[in-house]
């Protein structure tokens, strides 16, 4: 029993000192009491050695912020790196030494410095700077200045320059020296003096008032009005014998003018003289164109001979006698009266023109400019009786007008026959019921008709209705021998039938 308690003591005690060991050997890992009353909870961290600070590990109370160190490291010292830095004109050379680790650094001198390489530059005093010395140094770019002086000042000028109409007027203030400028003395624009000029609205241009300023020649135009338009005056100009005739549009305004209406030329309308030969005179005829009174001589014969000759003698000054030739263009229905001198001088003056007809009405008649008298409007044979402005007869003659029409005496009409009456129409019979056809049998192919030949008359019409009634008789015979013959053989297949069951 005694060793059996012993057991049971020793049992709790080493497991005691197990737990204390661990706590212990571990670092103070797990909790253990502190003289302060706090159950310490250390967590370590190692911090590692620097240049200059040994490393070690740091233990740190999650619950007080106790801290305890251990195991410390050695000091690293600097890892220098070295650079050569040059001299210059103000510093020294030298060698800079930088730890690569933690940034410590040091120099250590290697040369004096070179000094400034100065050359001068005169800046001359200006009319608002001042003069002066500036030293720059070639080697680094410094530089200073000294040696001043005072500035000089401006030299100014004066210019007044006058108003115009737009633009003000001032006084301008030019340096001689610098040309530096200044304005002062300003006056107002004077405005422009416009005097107006208007220009009338032509046919094709509309019309506008120009404004000109008298004092600079500023111009504007302004209230525009639109063009007038042509005013044409037609002027007829009437066809001659070898001109043309037209109608002629000028415009009174700006005598614009164009052409329409051209007449062909009417040609000559000769009224021809024969003038016989005499005596020592030659004998031809005389072509005067009646509207014109352009003449030409033609046939030139002798006295006694019927041959021509090529020249004219001339005609010796003559008293004038006065015949009236009359010369009638039956195709045109008019005549031509004219009174000519054998020399082939006309006369021109009234003629009193009477025209008759065959019943003995007469009617007076006027000659126009060309001596023409036309009887275009009258029927009939009419005797024309003419006479000068004394009532002496000068000339009677016939004309023909149109063709009188000769009346044809209308048919008499014949007498109406009696209408015959029509037929009465028979009343329709009551229509017969269709009887119910048999079921046909399935006919053979028709024979291809022939085509009709055209029917000529009545009797054609009456002997195609013939033929055609006298196929479909062909057709339906057909027809029923073809059922006929279908039936005969369904007859002897049922009686065969009925012999063989027997």
């Not at 305890?68 to 030494?97: E, F, M, N, W």
């Not at 300023?213 to 037609?234: I, P």
């Not at 040609?267 to 005067?288: C, Q, S």
């Not at 009266?337 to 003056?349: D, K, Q, Y």
């Amino acid at each position: 029993m005694t060793k059996r308690k012993m057991k049971m003591w020793w049992m709790p005690l080493c497991v005691m000192a197990v737990l204390c060991a661990v706590v212990f050997g571990s670092g103070f890992a797990m909790s253990a009491r502190a003289d302060d009353g706090c159950v310490h909870g250390y967590a370590a961290e190692e911090i590692a050695a620097t240049c200059t600070e040994r490393g070690y590990t740091l233990y740190t109370c999650a619950n007080c912020g106790d801290t305890r160190k251990d195991k410390y490291t050695d000091v690293k010292g600097h890892a220098y790196k070295q650079t050569a830095v040059s001299p210059t004109c103000t510093d020294k050379g030298y060698i800079l030494y930088v730890c690569e680790d933690c940034g410590e650094h040091y120099t250590e001198t290697t040369a004096a410095a070179k000094g400034h390489l100065f050359s001068e530059i005169t800046v001359p005093a200006t009319c608002t700077h001042k003069g002066y010395v500036t030293h720059f140094c070639t080697v680094c770019g410094y530089e200073f200045s000294d040696g001043y002086i005072d500035e000089k000042g401006h030299k100014y000028a004066e210019t007044v320059v006058a108003p115009t109409c737009t633009e003000d007027g001032y006084t301008e203030h030019v340096c001689a020296v610098c040309e530096d400028v200044y304005y002062d003395s300003f006056t107002d624009a004077i405005g422009h003096e416009y005097a107006q000029e208007v220009t009338e609205p032509t046919c094709l241009s509309g019309g506008y008032t120009t404004y000109t300023c008298e004092t600079c020649g500023d111009a504007f135009v302004a209230e525009y009005t639109e063009a007038k338009g042509h005013e044409f005056t037609e002027i007829v100009t009437a066809a001659t014998c070898v001109g043309y005739g037209y109608t002629e549009h000028v415009c009174e305004d700006c005598e614009d003018r164009y052409v329409t209406d051209y007449i062909e030329p009417t040609g000559h309308d000769y009224l021809h003289v024969l003038v016989p030969a005499e005596k020592d005179k030659v004998g031809y005829t005389r072509h005067i164109c009646c509207k014109c009174s352009y003449s030409y001589l033609s046939d030139f014969v002798t006295s006694g001979d019927s041959g021509y000759i090529e020249e004219e003698k001339p005609i010796e000054s003559h008293k004038h006698y006065y015949e009236l030739y009359a010369q009638d263009n039956a195709e045109d229905m008019y005549f031509i009266l004219m009174r000519v001198c054998a020399c082939g001088e006309t006369m021109s003056g009234y003629l009193n023109i009477r025209f008759t007809d065959e019943n003995g009405n007469s009617t007076n008649e006027i000659m126009n400019a060309y001596g023409q008298v036309s009887y275009a409007d009258k029927t009939g044979v009419y005797t024309v009786t003419v006479s000068d402005e004394n009532g002496n007869e000068l000339k009677s003659f016939a004309v023909q007008g149109k063709e009188k029409e000769v009346p044809t005496k209308p048919s008499e009409p014949q007498e109406p026959t009696e209408p015959i009456e029509p037929n009465t129409p028979d009343e329709p019979t009551e229509p017969k019921e269709p009887e119910t056809p048999d079921k046909p049998s399935k006919p053979t192919e028709p024979n291809t008709p022939q085509e009709p030949t055209t029917p000529n008359g009545a009797e054609t019409e009456k002997s195609g209705k013939g033929n055609g009634v006298a196929v479909a008789l062909f057709v339906i015979m057909l027809v029923l021998l073809a059922g006929g013959a279908v039936a005969f053989v369904l007859v002897r297949k049922f009686r065969n039938g009925k012999g063989n069951k027997k």
